[in-house]
């Protein structure tokens, strides 16, 4: 068998490896099986008359085809073209052109690699096919980005770092997927015959993968036995999202008993709790707030709470004054002297300003100094603090 005889036999597997049949319509049968062949005729029954590529005549009655694709021109054109191709580089180059014209790429580049095996020189051939010259040698692009480092990872060239980093992020993802479906499923055990089996296996819960699962199924959760159990496997995960709900409760949640359950869960895993949340809290519109804030301060007991603290010893809040006429302007006093607000009407219901004070920081204050007690006074307060500071300092210097 000559060289151009076995081109053409490896073309035309080639291209039944890639579903287009060579030559010939394809007629898929309802039993799932294809006959390749070109029609010759319909007959009165409206059945096909196929010879097929092997030049055998095959009759199809219509309901055993359920699809007919026809061939593409572009190969049958193709195949008169390639039957009489010499086996030269310019000939191969020629027929390639004409590839990429018709937009038959993968015979373009079959010849194009057919005249590196006659050639391996040829540049022109070599740039067809996506070669470049680097370092003096002719590479692929992803052999060029491999000698660089790089390697072809979800459409884009990246560094093996940022790969790993990637995988890592997909199996976080897949892991926190299948925690989410695991204790979805627990918590419709926990309503039948299964409820033990799904109390154990979420009491076991260590994995750090499962806290934002937990965190969404908290959120959704109305029954309170429910969401104290959530809390008691949240509360044993050291995962920023479980810290975060844990600090959001401690804070928001309107019962006391499970604000200070989370602060509980907080401090037996998590120490040292960070302070930044309190901090903030401080400064919140709603006064319930601030002092939840700065009850959490003092059983964390860090003395890096004082200063915020002393700031927030009388805070203003707003209020609503239904009673306000439109027009009228109000002045108010918050009820322990700590000092005064006023709004101005203009219509429907009038807010006024409320300075409070807040014993809790207060208290918080007396717990943080070892027993100093300015009540309200906040510039007394102040001065103290600064001393104190210089004298830690002026310590500090005579230990060294």
């Not at 980005?145 to 199996?171: F, P, S, V």
């Not at 015959?193 to 499962?210: G, K, M, S, T, V």
């Not at 500071?389 to 230990?399: I, P, Y």
Request: hydrophobic content about 35%.
């Amino acid at each position: 068998m000559n060289l151009s005889r076995r081109l053409l036999l490896a073309l035309a597997w080639m291209l039944l490896a890639t579903g287009n049949a060579a030559w010939a319509d394809v007629f898929e049968l309802t039993d799932g099986g294809r006959v390749s062949g070109t029609l010759v005729e319909r007959g009165q029954d409206e059945e096909y008359v196929i010879r097929t590529d092997n030049g055998a005549t095959v009759t199809l009655d219509k309901s055993q085809v359920r699809k007919v694709t026809p061939v593409d021109d572009n190969l049958l054109e193709y195949n008169e073209r390639s039957r009489s191709v010499p086996d030269t580089v310019e000939a191969h180059r020629q027929l390639a052109q004409w590839c990429k014209e018709h937009r038959l790429s993968k015979l373009m580049d079959h010849h194009l690699e057919r005249i590196l095996q006659l050639d391996p020189s040829d540049e022109q051939a070599r740039e067809s096919l996506g070669f470049q010259k680097y370092q003096g040698r002719w590479l692929t692009r992803d052999q060029i980005m491999e000698a660089r480092g790089l390697r072809l990872y979800d459409g884009a060239y990246r560094t093996r770092q940022d790969i790993a980093l990637r995988e890592q992020e997909k199996q976080r993802e897949t892991a926190e997927t299948d925690w989410y479906r695991n204790i979805a499923t627990w918590r419709r055990w926990l309503d039948n015959r299964r409820a033990e089996e799904a109390l154990q296996n979420i009491r076991e819960i260590r994995d750090p993968y499962a806290a934002p699962a937990l965190v969404k199924l908290l959120d959704k959760e109305d029954n309170l036995q429910v969401r104290q159990l959530y809390l008691s496997a949240l509360g044993e995960l050291k995962h920023p999202a479980a810290i975060q709900k844990l600090v959001d409760l401690s804070l928001q949640d309107p019962d006391r008993e499970t604000r200070q359950q989370c602060l509980d869960y907080l401090l037996r895993v998590h120490r040292p709790v960070s302070l930044t949340p309190y901090v903030k809290a401080l400064k919140s519109p709603d006064n319930a707030v601030v002092l939840r804030a700065a009850e959490a301060l003092k059983r964390i007991g860090d003395p890096a709470a004082i200063s915020p603290l002393i700031d927030a010893l009388v805070t203003t809040h707003k209020y609503d004054n239904p009673d306000a006429a439109p027009g009228d302007l109000n002045a108010s006093f918050s009820p322990s002297g700590g000092g005064a607000g006023f709004s101005f009407g203009g219509g429907g219901n009038k807010i006024v300003k409320i300075d409070v004070q807040n014993a809790e920081v207060r208290m918080a204050l007396l717990e943080l100094s070892r027993g100093q007690d300015f009540q309200y006074n906040e510039n007394a307060w102040r001065r103290w603090f600064v001393n104190q500071q210089v004298h830690d300092t002026v310590d500090a210097r005579r230990d060294e």
